[in-house]
């Protein structure tokens, strides 16, 4: 054997053993933290009574949908008042590699301040999130939508708009660009529809207008996934689902369920 593949094999064999001696502290370090938090030495939230497991299929099985709003409201909740815990970890990296049983899905803006995890405080494995601009609904969106809740299990959808929201203001200024002018295209029925009602002015320039299509986008977009998915609609009609929508304030950081 030369001296190099010598090298070689010594360093695979000590990556191997760091590897097995990580996993072990690690093990160790979560049988001791649930140990102290079962007798009442070490204090945490509820949220983070499981932050180093996975959701299970037959726990995913019982959450209703209600169940999962309360979770994310209350998980939002503790974003706003900066009382985070620490959900991922090389354990829980392990523990969702082969499967997961997440338990809701969430459409979001592509916006780069809408940290949806963060949001409402979860993990690895606990939520879907489709990002798209706008928070639009198109084909791709909907079949992602009904392989989180018809094939992988999920038990709510939340449609999650912003304040500020870029693909907002540019379909209330009927943008014209490349490939964008498609996607506001799906905005501008909540830029109408938000106009009817509105006394002041129409422009991206009033942040309460801005408001206003936001909210009506959410909404759109609700209307849109019952409308285009007879899946899904029938998983809402029968209770299996349900679809909400939801608007993140830049500012806090709190979302408003509509």
Do not use: W
Request: glycine letters at 6%; hydrophobic letters at 40%; a negative charge.
């Amino acid at each position: 054997m030369t001296s190099m593949k010598k090298i070689i094999l010594f360093g695979v064999l000590l990556l191997s053993l760091f590897l097995v001696v990580s996993s072990c502290k690690d093990k160790v370090k979560t049988e001791k933290s649930s140990e102290l938090i079962k007798q009442g030495v070490l204090e945490v939230p509820d949220s983070a009574v499981l932050i180093n497991t996975v959701l299970s299929a037959d726990e995913q099985a019982r959450l209703t949908p209600d169940a999962v709003l309360e979770i994310l409201q209350k998980g939002n909740k503790e974003f706003t008042e900066d009382n985070l815990t620490v959900r991922n970890n090389l354990q829980r990296v392990r523990e969702a590699a082969l499967s997961q049983y997440p338990k809701a899905a969430i459409v979001s803006c592509l916006d780069s301040r809408v940290p949806v995890e963060d949001v409402f405080h979860r993990g690895i494995g606990d939520i879907f999130v489709a990002r798209v601009a706008g928070n639009i609904i198109n084909e791709d969106i909907l079949g992602s939508l009904e392989f989180a809740c018809k094939v992988s299990g999920a038990k709510l959808i939340v449609v999650l708009g912003h304040e500020h929201c870029g693909a907002v203001k540019s379909a209330i200024d009927d943008v014209k660009l490349g490939n964008i002018t498609a996607m506001l295209s799906k905005i501008r029925p909540a830029v109408a529809a938000a106009a009817k009602n509105y006394d002041g002015d129409k422009t991206s320039d009033n942040p309460k207008f801005v408001e206003a299509v936001c909210s009506q986008n959410v909404d759109h977009a609700i209307n849109e996934i019952r409308s285009k998915s007879s899946i899904l609609k029938e998983m809402e009609d029968k209770g299996e689902i349900k679809i909400v929508g939801g608007v993140y304030h830049m500012e806090t950081g709190k979302v408003d369920f509509l």
